[in-house]
């Protein structure tokens, strides 16, 4: 259920809802928006009475929510959510592109890579400390020393840093490093990780599982939002099918259907949507078409020799054009990069 207030509502009539959900055992999020606040309520296995809140002051409706996830959604929100990753705007009219490779390698190599996509007009820098890998004799990722290298990332190119956290034991970790905590398709469903990041105060990237559906998606942010962070970005990075000819099947519907149902950031990441270099520019330009807020894009300097994902990681020469389409394009949808 929620409950919408008066846009005149004050704090008392706020704090007075709030205490009237939690006397019936039930857990109250306040969601203030641009004009009124929504609070959204949980903990509740059948429905909840409306008549307990009706008539309280400053309560302008009470709604019902049928849909499975609450605070994700648009009734909840009606805004786009705009999450500040160290400084830099995601869901705003800017379009953020995260560039950096799948892996931090070296110092060389993510400081390379980092000046390069920084030049370019990249807005966060990305590379993977830890590293989920299919196979476990494939290069894991330096760890703690990785995320010190990208710390120095930071401090010389000025973007702040993306990161995957691979498990509960090294939120802390990584997050003393990271300005927003990647968690992999492979993690999405990984509810206790989910969990514990909803208890932390840094920005999520929550990518879409490789078979899961947008509902489960949403229900994974919901996770994030039901422990108190709203600072949560979605990501579409393809799902599997029976398509061969790419590495998976970038689902670029899924931007408009996420967008009209929540109000949460959407980026789309083609580097993994089709697992090839050449796909990765023109996958880009419709992600900027379709409307999502950002795009993620795995960059290289020697991607013969990366050690994981080299096939489909731009060389910086491609990410610079790649930059100067996606700039022009986004005038087109009313957007900046
Ligand atoms: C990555 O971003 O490097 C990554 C491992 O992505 P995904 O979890 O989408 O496979
Ligand atoms: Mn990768």
Request: proline fraction near 5%; charge should be neutral; hydrophobic fraction near 40%.
């Amino acid at each position: 259920m929620l409950i919408v207030m008066d846009s005149a509502a004050s704090a008392e009539d706020v704090r007075r809802v709030v205490q009237t959900v939690e006397s019936l055992g039930l857990q109250a999020h306040a969601i203030p928006g641009a004009q009124r606040t929504a609070i959204g309520i949980t903990g509740n296995r059948g429905s909840v009475e409306t008549g307990a809140f009706e008539n309280l002051p400053g309560v302008a409706e009470v709604i019902p929510v049928s849909a499975p996830y609450k605070l994700v959604s648009r009734e909840a929100k009606r805004e786009n959510t705009v999450v500040s990753v160290g400084g830099v705007s995601v869901g705003g009219p800017e379009i953020v592109v995260v560039a950096g490779p799948c892996a931090v390698e070296s110092e060389a190599q993510a400081m390379e890579t980092g000046h390069a996509v920084r030049r370019a007009g990249a807005t966060l820098f990305r590379g993977g400390a830890f590293k989920p890998r299919t196979s476990p004799y494939s290069f894991q990722g330096l760890g703690e020393e990785g995320l010190k290298i990208l710390a120095k990332v930071r401090k010389e190119t000025g973007l702040p840093i993306v990161t995957e956290v691979l498990d509960t034991e090294t939120v802390e970790l990584v997050a003393e490093y990271a300005d927003c905590l990647q968690v992999g398709a492979r993690n999405m469903q990984n509810f206790s990780l989910l969990k514990k990041l909803g208890k932390t105060r840094r920005p999520v990237l929550l990518k879409r599982g490789m078979s899961a559906t947008l509902e489960e998606l949403l229900l994974s942010a919901e996770y994030l939002l039901a422990e108190g962070n709203y600072e949560v970005i979605l990501c579409e990075r393809g799902v599997r099918t029976f398509s061969d000819h790419t590495r998976n099947t970038l689902d670029l519907s899924a931007v408009p259907y996420v967008q009209r149902i929540s109000h949460l950031p959407i980026l789309v990441d083609p580097s993994h949507g089709t697992g090839k270099r050449q796909k990765v520019l023109p996958l880009s330009r419709a992600a900027v078409a379709v409307g999502a807020d950002g795009l993620l894009i795995e960059v290289h300097p020697h991607p013969e020799v990366a050690l994981s994902d080299g096939p489909q990681a731009l060389l910086p020469e491609m990410f610079a054009d790649l930059m100067r389409q996606v700039r022009l394009l986004a005038s087109v949808v009313g957007r900046r990069v």
